[in-house]
C-alpha cells in the first residue's frame, strides 16, 4: 500500500508541474482503457508515443478473439508487459519480449489464470490501475510490486518498487505470444552484469517477424537461463524456440529498479543504437514527460472548445487512437527490414502496419487535413513496397505481406492524397503500381509468404473481371464484396490518370468502375451474388452471412448494397429515383436487426436496423441520405451513431477500433462533415459535435462554428463558408485547407440546408 501512495503522489506532482506551465494539457483528456472491453474494441491501454515502434502494455490473455491486443479490461490478473502490440485489429500478432518483475522463485512458466501461483502471473485490482498518453502503472498484488511503464519511439521504460528487504527477480519470456503463434528461433545473450540483448522470430499472421532487443538495467544482475523450460547450469547465452531468462537482483540498498529496453527488426546492433540514442542518461520522468509532451504536440492538431467533460474525453481519446499507427519501423541509423525482408537504408521514415482496408475510408483522409506531410511519407513507403516486394501491399505487418481483405486500397489513398494535390511522391511509379495492383499478373516476380496470401495478393477475381467484366459467385467467394471495391479502385485510377494527363487509361478504368451494375438485381433491390451463367446466386435472403463463404465479405446484402462512393447518382438510378433510393435507405435502419445463418460474421456489430457501425463498410452509408434530399435523416443517425456506440469507457467502440479508422471515423462526425468518397476532394455536411472547432495549418486555420446548438436544436438549417451559403451538400478539401471558417446554424426543422 505504501508503494501505491507514493507512486500516486508522483504522478499528482508531475500533473501539477505540467499544468503551471500555461499550455493546455490535451492529454488529460485521453483514456487509453476505451476499447478495451466488451464490444471488442481490442486496444491495449499501455505506453506508446505518436506511430511509435514500442507499445508496452500488459498482456492479460493470448488466447481467443479478444486476445487481439493482448489485454481485456474484465481480466484480473497479468501475465507480464511485452514490448510489441496491435490496436484494434480482429487478429491478434505480436506480444514480443514479454518482462515480468517477481519476487521469490515463482515457476518458470506461466501461472493458471485461475491458480497464478502455479507459475509467473499476478493478480491486480483496477484501482491500482492507471494509464495517459505514454504511460501505464499497475500493482501486483501477488508480488507487491509497482509497475510503471513509459516509452520513447524504439525503447520502452520499466520502473519497478518492490518490497523492502525482498527477493527481487523478473522473468524474460520470449516463448509468449499473442495467439500462441509458432516460434521460429529465439535467443538470449547476457553481455555483462547489466545488460541482455536477444532475438525472438516468429511465424504468425505475419509468416516472418524478428524483434531484437537490447535491455539495460539499473542494478547488477544474475541471469538463469532455460530453454524449453529447463535450466542451463552457468550458461549465457540459450537459443531455441522456447528460451527465458530468470534474473535476480541482490543489491539490498535500493528497492526500485529500471529498465531500459530498445526493440529493432534489423539486428542486435541496431537495437543498441537505438538503445543508445534515445535512453542514454534519461531517466524515467524524463521520459514520461517526453512522452506526454508529444501527445500533445499531437492532439493539439485539432483543438475544440466544449462546456462537456465527456465529449472532449470521447473526442481526444479518439484522436489519441487514430494516432498509433502505422508504426515507425527503421532503426535510428536509417536502416530497416523491407517488404522483401531483406536489410535496406533510408534517410526517409520506414513505416509498417497498414490496415488499408480499413483506414482508406476515414483516417487516410483525416491525415490529408492534420498531417498531410506524414500522409505523403506513408505513400512514399507504400511505393518502397511495392519496390521492393512486387506490389503493393493490402495489409502490411511486419514487413510481411498478410494478403488480408479484398481490393487494393493503397490505391485509394494514393489517389485520394494526389487530388487534392499531396503530390510529393513519384506519379509515374505510383500510377504503375496502382494498375498493377488491380491487374491479374502471374509473371512478375512479387515475394510472397506463403500459398495462401499468394491467393489472396492475387485473388482470381481480378482474372475474372478482365475475362468477364464481374465476378461470378459460382468461380469467386466474397464476389459482391470484391467486385464493388474494385470498381471503386478502379474509378481512384482514372481520376489521378486523368489528373496526369493520360486520357486512355483514364477512360478504360472509368469504363471498367462501371462494373458495378453487373451485381444489381432490379427484382429485390440488393446488390447480389451473379453466376457465370448470369443467374443469381441462390437462396437469397438479405439479412444471410456466412462471413467469408458467401459473396458478402464481413457482411450481407443489406450492408454491401450501398457501396458505391464513386458513383452515387448511378447508384440512385438503380433504385428508380431519389424517393426510391431514400425509402429503400430508410428500411436499412428500420428493418429488424435480426442476421440469419448459423455462420453469421462476428463483425457485424453496432448495428441500427441492418446498418453495422462496427465494420468498415457501412461508415459511409448515413451520409447517403444527403443525396437523397434527407439530410436531416443523416444529422439523426450521426448523432444516434455518436450517443450510442461511443464512450469515454472500456465499451467505448461497438466493434474492432480498426487501427484507426472507427476513431477516425468519430473526429470526422464530430467536427461536421466526412469523406463518403476518398479521392473526390468533397466531404459530406452532417452535424457538428461542438460550438467551436479550429484546425491550425501553418499561417491559417479552419474553422468549425455551430451556432444555437441545443438538445432541441438537432438540425442543420443552413450552413456558410466565410459568410456565403453552401449550396451544395457538401465542402471541398480546398475549402479546408485555405483556412475558411465552416459556419452551421442549427434549429427545430428539419430542412434541405443547401436549397
Known amino acids: 500500500m505504501r508503494n501505491q501512495v507514493l507512486i500516486a503522489l508522483t504522478a499528482v506532482l508531475i500533473q501539477f508541474s505540467c499544468s503551471t506551465t500555461g499550455e493546455i494539457d490535451y492529454t488529460k483528456y485521453v483514456n487509453p482503457f476505451v476499447g478495451t472491453g466488451e464490444n471488442h474494441g481490442h486496444t491495449y491501454p499501455g505506453a506508446v508515443v505518436p506511430y511509435g515502434m514500442v507499445q508496452l502494455s500488459p498482456d492479460t490473455r493470448t488466447v481467443g478473439w479478444d486476445a487481439s491486443p493482448g489485454y481485456h479490461y474484465s481480466d484480473s490478473s497479468i501475465l507480464g508487459f511485452s514490448h510489441t502490440h496491435l490496436s484494434g485489429t480482429g487478429i491478434g500478432d505480436y506480444g514480443d519480449v514479454l518482462f515480468m518483475p517477481v519476487i521469490g522463485n515463482p515457476g518458470i512458466v506461466k501461472g493458471d489464470e485461475q491458480n497464478p501461483d502455479t507459475g ?54 520470449l516463448e509468449h505470444t499473442i495467439h500462441n ?15 541482455i540483448e536477444g532475438l525472438k522470430r516468429t511465424s504468425g499472421w505475419a509468416k516472418d517477424q524478428r524483434v531484437y532487443f537490447r535491455a539495460v538495467f539499473s542494478e547488477k544482475l544474475e541471469a538463469v537461463l532455460y530453454i524449453d523450460n529447463e535450466k542451463v547450469s552457468g550458461a549465457t547465452e540459450v537459443s531455441g524456440r522456447n528460451v527465458k531468462a530468470k534474473l535476480s537482483f541482490a543489491d539490498p540498498q535500493s528497492n526500485v529498479i529500471t529498465a531500459k529496453v530498445a526493440i529493432s527488426a534489423v539486428d542486435y546492433e541496431g537495437a543498441d543504437k537505438n538503445l543508445r540514442a534515445e535512453a542514454k542518461g534519461k531517466t524515467f520522468d524524463q521520459v514520461r514527460e517526453e512522452s506526454r509532451k508529444k501527445w500533445n504536440k499531437q492532439l493539439s492538431k485539432i483543438k475544440v472548445e466544449s462546456d462537456s467533460e465527456f465529449d472532449l474525453r470521447v473526442f481526444y481519446t479518439n484522436l489519441y487512437r487514430a494516432s498509433l499507427a502505422p508504426h515507425i519501423y527503421n532503426d535510428v541509423d536509417g536502416r530497416y527490414r523491407g517488404q522483401d525482408l531483406e536489410v535496406h537504408h533510408s534517410d526517409k521514415p520506414y513505416y509498417t ?5 480499413d483506414t482508406y475510408r476515414a483516417l487516410h483522409p483525416l491525415l490529408t487535413i492534420i498531417d498531410p506531410e506524414f500522409n505523403q511519407d506513408l505513400i512514399r513507403v507504400l511505393l518502397k513496397k511495392y519496390e521492393e516486394g512486387g506490389i503493393l501491399p493490402m495489409w502490411d505487418l511486419a514487413s510481411n505481406y498478410t494478403g488480408t481483405m479484398i481490393g487494393s486500397h493503397a490505391v485509394s489513398v494514393i489517389a485520394d492524397a494526389y487530388m487534392k494535390g499531396d503530390r510529393n511522391f513519384d506519379a509515374e511509379l505510383a500510377l504503375e503500381a496502382m494498375i498493377h495492383a488491380v491487374t491479374y499478373d502471374t509473371i512478375t516476380p512479387i515475394i510472397y509468404d ?51 494527363g493520360k486520357h486512355d487509361i483514364a477512360a478504360e478504368f472509368y469504363e471498367k468502375s462501371q462494373s ?48 458505391v462512393p464513386h458513383d452515387i447518382p448511378g447508384m440512385i438510378n438503380l433504385h ?68 450510442e456506440f461511443y464512450t469515454d469507457q472500456s465499451d467505448g467502440y461497438p466493434g474492432n477500433e480498426d487501427v484507426g479508422q472507427m476513431s477516425a471515423w468519430y473526429i470526422f462526425n464530430a467536427m461536421g462533415f466526412y469523406p463518403v468518397c476518398p479521392g473526390s476532394n468533397n466531404y459530406a455536411i452532417g452535424k457538428p459535435n461542438f460550438d467551436k472547432l479550429e484546425i491550425p495549418m501553418g499561417d491559417k486555420t479552419f474553422t468549425v462554428i455551430a451556432k444555437n446548438r441545443s438538445e432541441e436544436n438537432k438540425f442543420v438549417q443552413a450552413v456558410y463558408l466565410d459568410g456565403e451559403k453552401v449550396t451544395e451538400p457538401h465542402i471541398t478539401h480546398d475549402d479546408i485547407t485555405s483556412g475558411k471558417t465552416l459556419t452551421f446554424e442549427m434549429g427545430t426543422e428539419k430542412t434541405i440546408f443547401w436549397k
Open 576 to 643: 428508380g429515383n431519389i424517393d426510391q433510393f431514400g425509402d429503400k435507405m430508410d428500411s436499412l435502419f428500420t428493418v429488424s436487426s435480426e442476421l440469419v445463418g448459423e455462420s453469421a460474421s462476428s463483425d457485424i456489430t453496432g448495428l441500427i436496423g441492418q446498418y453495422a457501425h462496427g465494420n468498415e463498410p457501412s461508415h459511409h452509408i448515413i451520409y447517403l441520405f444527403n443525396y437523397a434530399e434527407r439530410p436531416w435523416r443523416t444529422q439523426e443517425l450521426v448523432d444516434r451513431t455518436r450517443n
Open 120 to 173: 509467473f502471473r499476478s493478480r491486480f485490482s483496477k484501482s491500482s490501475e492507471e494509464a495517459s498518453p505514454g504511460y501505464y502503472r499497475v500493482f501486483l498484488d501477488d508480488y507487491d510490486i509497482d509497475v510503471e511503464l513509459t516509452t520513447t519511439t524504439r525503447t520502452g521504460f520499466h520502473r519497478y518498487t518492490y518490497p523492502e528487504n525482498s527477493n527481487k527477480g523478473l522473468i524474460i519470456d
Open 516 to 563: 458495378y451494375h453487373h451485381y444489381f438485381d432490379h427484382e429485390t433491390g440488393f446488390m447480389r451474388g451473379k453466376n457465370l451463367d448470369g443467374s443469381w446466386d441462390e437462396p437469397f435472403d438479405p439479412r444471410y452471412s456466412a462471413h467469408w463463404a458467401s459473396p458478402y465479405v464481413e457482411g450481407n446484402a443489406w450492408q454491401w448494397n450501398w457501396y
Open 353 to 357: 502496419v497498414f490496415s488499408l482496408w
Open 450 to 500: 506463403g500459398t495462401a496470401s499468394h491467393a489472396n495478393l492475387m485473388p482470381r477475381a481480378k482474372l475474372y473481371l478482365e475475362k468477364y467484366g464481374f465476378v461470378p459467385a459460382d468461380l469467386e467467394h466474397s464476389s459482391v464484396s470484391q467486385g464493388l471495391e474494385f470498381a471503386f479502385n478502379f474509378w481512384c485510377i482514372a481520376r489521378m490518370a486523368e489528373e496526369m
Open 181 to 195: 503463434h509458432r516460434n521460429l528461433e529465439a535467443v538470449i545473450r547476457v553481455i555483462n552484469d547489466y545488460e
